[in-house]
């Protein structure tokens, strides 16, 4: 059995917000959800969370999670008294084969090819997540023996200037076996300069009791790093980021500036995809092969096939791209856009709900919305679809090989016929028929002797 126990009850004081320090987010979603997904790639049997500060908040943050279980710790008596707030909850069945994984929500980044290997590294007793700074000060020492066995670990606020002198620290993160877990958090007291009960006096003990303590490394440093103010949050933020550009320059993928680039979610992409800088992908998107992101776009949610370009300043959400498309500059594509093969959505085009057929164009200062375009449709500067009454939506249906006339109003519902051409002005009303012109204009007229008026003094 394998229990997992998340600590997320810290007040996050130096954050200076009125939100659980767990729930502030890096790369686009709550530390605390980082630490689940790794969590959850251990296929644990039960994942507890102990909450505090906030705790209905971090609750409800994760409340269409039906795996989780959370306990409350109240009040904030130290990890140890926090861990045993779990211990209720905890499975157990084959003696010592049965291993609880103490996590922290505060430090989210910590993979799971670490976290096996900790558990691997406790088989037959305790296994402590361990790492060597040039400057240890504020952590926990790990103290050895002359064999070089862990025999104990002491909080730098109680510890000697020799140990001070330790740069080998505790991250808090350990793997023990769940009976003697349980059994050592009954024993552990609070004697120490702080008046908490340190989860770290568990390794003591198991030394005492002659359970061996063996020590772990996480697969890179930053994997350990906590947060605990903003600055921390901000550079592991780019910490995070810079190795999320690092796989992607390893798949092959040109960034033109690895610094400025922001991944807030899964980035799939094809062969030779170029991103431009300033650019940030929310959700699940994918690239296709050859793709060129162009400089400070938003993609989020978003499927663009091969060889589509996306220009500058755009905005592409929940929308699909097709091949050898063009989007942009300053165009934004809102849920349910489909741009279709070799189309063009050019600057200040805003297409929401529709569907942009192979080959159409809409190159400049229109909205699209709630309609189904179909292929080779030129769409003129200044094209409105008129999709909303002011309680509900109509659609409009332009078929192949229309030609819509600048400023038009297509009140929906409505339909222009295959290969119809709407003059310039035209605000439509009723079906324009196919193969023939269609304009609604008044008679323009000259007015002879007209002249301006001045201003009265």
Sequence with gaps: MLNIVILAAGLGKRMQSDLPKVLH?????????HVLDNARQLKPDRIVIVVGHGAERVQQAFASNPDLSFVVQSPQLGTGHAVQQAVPLLKQGDGQADTTLVLYGDVPLVQATSLTGLIEAREGGMAILTERLDDPTGYGRIVRDSNGQVVRIVEHKDASDSERAINE???GILAAPTANLIDWLKRIDNNNAQGEYYLTDAVGLAVADSVPVRAAHAGASWETLGVNSRVQQAQLERIWQAEE?????????????????????TLRCGRDVFIDVGCVFEGDVVLGDGVRIGPHCVISQAKIDAGAVIDAFSHVHDATVG????VGPYARLRPGAEVGDEAHVGNFVEIKKSKLGRQSKANHLSYIGDAL??????????????NYDGVNKFQTVI?????????????????VGRGATLGA??????????????????VQKTISGWTRPTKKV
């Design 425 to 442: 002005g035209t605000t439509l009303t009723k079906d324009a028929p196919a193969g023939q012109l269609t304009l609604s204009r008044g």
């Design 323 to 326: 091949a050898l498309a063009r």
């Design 373 to 386: 375009v179909g292929e080779r449709v030129n769409i003129g500067a200044g094209t409105i679809t008129c």
């Design 169 to 171: 620290v505790n991250t």
């Design 245 to 265: 550009a690092r796989r992607l320059l390893e798949q092959g993928v040109t960034l033109a500036d690895p610094a400025r680039f922001d991944l807030r979610g």
């Design 25 to 33: 987010p890096i790369a686009g979603k709550p530390m605390l959800a």
């Design 399 to 415: 078929e192949d090989d229309a030609f819509i006339g600048s400023d038009t109003q297509l009140v929906a519902p409505v339909t």
